[in-house]
């Protein structure tokens, strides 16, 4: 939101904050300012010049000679606009006057005539977009004279902030939403500023105007306005001004336009935008003598009916749109913008203004389906002031009978199917202390929200206050915890203590998925692994879901695998030198769903690996990531997963395994004879990891493998067990070291865990600490050197015992699998 601070002063009086402090108060209360932009900045050589006379220049037919009146002396401009003509005042950059884009002004010669000067438009003074014609100064010559600095003139001693707001405070779309922030006293130290030019007696005249009001339909004047649609159109406020003379806005009205980032168009469309930018509510005014029997209607459009809107497009609206219409046709796209052939222009005489509520979502839908963003659908698609609507209107009135003339018509009309009424919300001073740590008397928590419009009522003696929300918060603030924050902000947060007061732990435990999530963090972290977090939108060929509106065109569907994005992240370390990746990332897939219903989602954990397995140092030897990194991981992976029999399988050279498995979609395909497959206790496939294919990958030539790990989790884990503390053993354990011939065929997994099964009750751990394959080894057998530690709780084990335990599951490997004892 882009705001003039000279335009929030006059909002606001008593407001003597810099620009500069201003924009840190707006910081401190939840919406930074993004920049500050001096309005005179390069315009001081700048001056008003007066054109005397114009003429052809003798040379060339699309130029003109012009004497001009600067000054300090009339001198010839040469000027190649067509809008230039005598008696008329211009922005005039005298020879030696530099612009804001840098360019200095020279004297020349432009096809033989001198020419001591420019003429300016408004995109070369940083004023505007317009760069058609020269700038034309809508000023009396009575109160300027020729050689005024253009800022003065203009009123260009001004700041321009650009201040973020959140999408749910629309109150802040507006100069007096801003002002109400900042001013010592909020809303009652704020005042509307004067309107030159008004007739005493105009304001009071207007806020007497008698209303006719009805649920549906009202006439005044031959004038009738009717809601078709009162769903979509809570309210529909209308106001005729007759006798206006349409022409430029007088240069107040220019200056406060343009200070706002705003451009003048004429005095009456000028008016709209003014109250739009200083009371946040959108009005449009329509040429009467254009509507079909003088009649508005609000309804929804017919099917592929079309309309030109101001913007010379012709447009197509759909059966869910609404439209604002007269007897025959849609003129307007109802919250998003006005129709051409309804348009305000030099020939109208008589005017409709308009002053609507619409409902945010059909408005949002609307300026989605055409493309259509404008400053008026900005504001309605997020909500304004129910209650404001006839403060806006009757400003509005205001600023046209003073700047184009006129009589307003003998009332007011107002359709109302859906009349808005406070609200009130209860607020607790024990709950706002339970909140936020610190009491806040109701003395105080009323000088905190008064300010900003509420009214603050007591009730049960103190221990609930009832709050009247103001209609241009009846948006955001619905809950007593949204009172709360409101207390919080204007307090200001770092006005909290820092030491941590007292409070009660919640009793209720997390989602299994969410503890199983916060288990896999751990466990990926410890295995020096850092998280990602990528977009979930990606581009075509990684989803099968496409979002209807996406936030860019190259990623407009949602992934169905999380491996692809971390690829890329590895090529961007390696682009940039960084030859060690580790990443993990936890996030949701999507896959399309039946035939009408919504997509699919499960969450998955994927990891990529390239590079060596541990920091370089000196001391130790350079080991590269392999397919048993890969496997140590995905077996921690499964380890963390409570209550799962899941397992993992070799891929071999022909991309098969030794178990049976059904495919699962949006896995990722790896090289076959260097992965892994996870099965579940179906046999279905929920889970790869191995070396990733390197066609696609698009890394350097020096680029070693790249590796890589998803597996989905389970959407509802089993909670896991819970802890257990046990004390310190008190009596010593036994170790045995043994030396086992095991067949090639039989994985070491499986003869570890046939020793913690028969190696009876005293058998605590069972470690391996040595592999050999060579001398003294018979060929199709490798050495496994296992230790086993035995331990009793309640005494000390004698020899005995750990040598039967250790003969018994050593019977059972030579018997079951053929391991021998080495050298036994």
Partial sequence: MKVSYRWIRSLAPELTQTPEEASERLAGLGFPVEGAEALAEGLGDIVVGRVLEVRSHPNADRLRVCEVDGGHGVVQVVCGADNVRAGAWYPLAPVGATLPGGMQIRKAKLRGEASEGMLCSERELGLGRG?????????????????????????????????????????????????????????????????????????????????????????????????????????????????????????????????????????????????????????????????????????????????????????????????????????????????????????????????????????????????????????????????????????????????????????????????????????????????LGIAFPVEAIRGLLEPLGFQVEEEDGGETLSVKVPGFRSWDVTREVDLIEEIARRHGYDR???????????????????????????????????????????????????????????????????????????????????????????????????????????????????????????????????????????????????GTSWTVNPLDSQGTTNAPATEASGLPVMEAGSSFQVLDEKGVVVGVGGRVPGEGLDLPPWAGAVWGVEITLPAEPPAAPPVRMEPLPTHPGVDRDLALLVPEEHAAGGIL????????????????????????????????????HFRAEERTLTDGEVEKAVRGATRVLEEEFGVRIRGG
């Avoid at 109150?171 to 008004?198: K, N, V």
């Fill in 496 to 642: 909290f203590p820092d030491d941590l007061g007292a409070f009660r732990p919640g009793n209720v435990p997390d989602h299994p998925l969410f503890q199983l999530e916060d288990d896999l963090r751990t466990e990926m972290t410890a295995w020096g692994l850092l998280e990602a977090q990528t977009p979930a939108f990606a581009p075509m060929g990684e989803g099968e879901v496409e979002v209807m509106n996406p936030i860019s065109m190259e990623e407009r569907w949602l992934r169905g695998s999380l491996l692809p994005a971390l690829l890329r992240r590895v090529r961007y370390n390696l682009a940039r030198g960084n030859r060690d990746v580790r990443l993990y990332e936890l996030g949701t897939v999507f896959a399309a769903g039946p035939r009408g219903e919504l997509p699919r989602e499960r969450t998955r954990l994927a990891v990529v690996l390239h590079g060596h397995r541990l920091p370089p140092h000196w001391a130790g030897k350079d080991e590269a990531v392999d397919l048993w990194e890969v496997k140590g991981i995905l077996e921690r992976i499964l380890h963390r997963i409570p």
């Fill in 131 to 435: 760069h058609e014609g020269i700038m034309e100064l809508a000023l009396e010559a009575e109160a300027i004279r020729p050689g005024v600095p253009l800022v003065e003139a203009l009123g260009l001693q001004d700041v321009r902030l650009d201040v973020e707001v959140t999408s749910n405070r629309p109150d802040l779309l507006s100069h007096q939403g801003i002002a109400r922030e900042l001013a010592p006293r909020g809303g009652a130290s704020l005042m509307d500023p004067p309107i030159p030019g008004e007739d005493p007696g105009v304001a009071e005249a207007l806020a007497t105007l008698p209303v006719v009001a009805d649920p549906r339909e009202v006439s005044v004047g031959g004038v009738t306005l009717r809601i078709q649609d009162p769903d979509l159109c809570p309210r529909y406020l209308g106001l005729v001004i007759r006798g206006v003379t349409v022409g430029p806005s007088p240069s107040w009205l220019q200056s406060r336009l343009r200070a706002a980032g705003a451009r003048p168009i004429n005095n009456v469309v000028d008016a709209t935008n003014y109250v739009l930018l200083e009371l946040g509510q959108p009005l449009h005014a329509f040429d009467l003598d254009q509507l079909a029997a003088s009649t508005v209607v609000v309804r929804r459009a017919q099917e592929a009916e079309r309309i030109r809107t101001l913007d010379g497009e012709d447009r197509t609206l759909g059966s869910e749109m609404l439209a604002i219409c007269d007897a025959r046709k849609p003129v307007a796209v109802a919250g998003v913008m006005g129709g051409e052939e309804s348009e305000v222009g030099a020939s109208t005489r008589d005017i409709l203004l308009e002053c609507a509520l619409f409902n945010p979502g059909p408005v949002r839908a609307t300026r989605k389906a055409l493309g259509l963003s404008t400053d008026a659908s900005y504001r309605f698609e997020r909500g304004v002031d129910p209650q404001g609507l006839r403060t806006a209107l009757e400003r509005c009135a205001r600023i046209i009978l003073a700047t184009a003339g006129g009589e307003v018509g003998e009332a007011i009309l107002d359709v109302a199917p859906a009349p808005s009424a406070p609200m009130r919300v209860g607020l607790r001073p024990g709950r706002v202390e339970r909140v």
């Fill in 753 to 788: 865990e046939q020793l913690r099964v028969k190696g009876g009750d005293f058998l605590r751990e069972v470690t391996v600490f040595d592999l050999y394959r060579g001398e003294g080894v018979p060929e199709g057998f490798r050495s496994l050197a296992v230790r086993l």
